[in-house]
């Protein structure tokens, strides 16, 4: 693993081949700039969601919110999404990731973890209208609240990847992650606070956005 550590407040770059890349920021907050999980959980509008599996409705095990720029559409399951606009609080975050990671975000969905049963199944944000670059897919995943094992397998090898993704934490997958690894949030028997994670992503403006997933 060809791995380039620097200082504390900058991220640790992890080549994971065939173009694909992470940024790994353990100290991406400092305790003051973190907003409190279930705080900022309370100021968004989650929703519990369904999708649909071998012609069944499933409810998806967390709770969601999209928000984004004007025109910023989000599409799941079949169903289409208009933003919300951002809150005064996810709009700071959006700026301070834009300003150290240099990658114009306009986009972001909460993922809501209200236990260790809420999970994310195994899945790719690879869907074409994601940039931005076709070849450099950035989906930055930021995590408040409690700790949750991050898991990522590439799709032909099998190779794993692990992180412990706690408070304050950064994971941005860059580069052509999307097109050859996928990643899940597996479920756990522990008893765990909730978790809130925000995955912020580029979607292409000329186009009507399909629904990620991250984690």
């Known amino acids: 693993m060809n791995e380039r550590r620097t200082r504390a407040s900058e991220a640790e770059r992890i080549d994971l081949g065939e173009g694909a890349w992470l940024e790994w920021w353990p100290d991406f907050l400092a305790p003051g700039e973190r907003p409190d ?18 012609g069944r409705t499933v409810p998806v095990p967390r709770l969601i919110a999209w928000h984004g720029d004007p025109g910023c559409r989000y599409r799941y399951s079949g169903q289409t999404y208009e933003p919300a606009p951002w809150t ?12 150290r990671t240099h990658v114009a975000f306009n986009g972001v969905l909460a993922n809501y973890y209200r236990d260790g049963r809420d999970s994310m199944g195994w899945h790719a944000d690879d869907e074409r209208e994601l940039g931005p670059a076709a070849d450099d897919v950035a989906v930055a995943s930021l995590s408040l609240g409690a700790p949750r094992r991050f ?25 052509t992650t999307q097109r050859h690894w996928q990643h899940a949030l597996p479920k756990t028997r522990k008893e765990l606070e909730p978790r809130l ?16 997933r991250s984690a």
Do not use: Y
């Open 37 to 54: 999980a279930e705080t900022l959980a309370r100021e968004l509008p989650l929703r519990a969601d369904t999708f649909t599996l071998f």
């Open 88 to 99: 005064p609080t996810l709009a700071r975050l959006r700026d301070v990731l834009t300003a």
């Open 151 to 175: 898991a990522l397998r590439h799709r032909k090898t099998r190779e794993r990847r692990e992180f412990a993704l706690g408070d304050g934490n950064l994971l941005v997958m860059r580069g």
């Open 197 to 212: 994670n925000l995955t912020f992503r580029v979607v292409a403006p000329s186009h009507d956005p399909v629904a990620t």
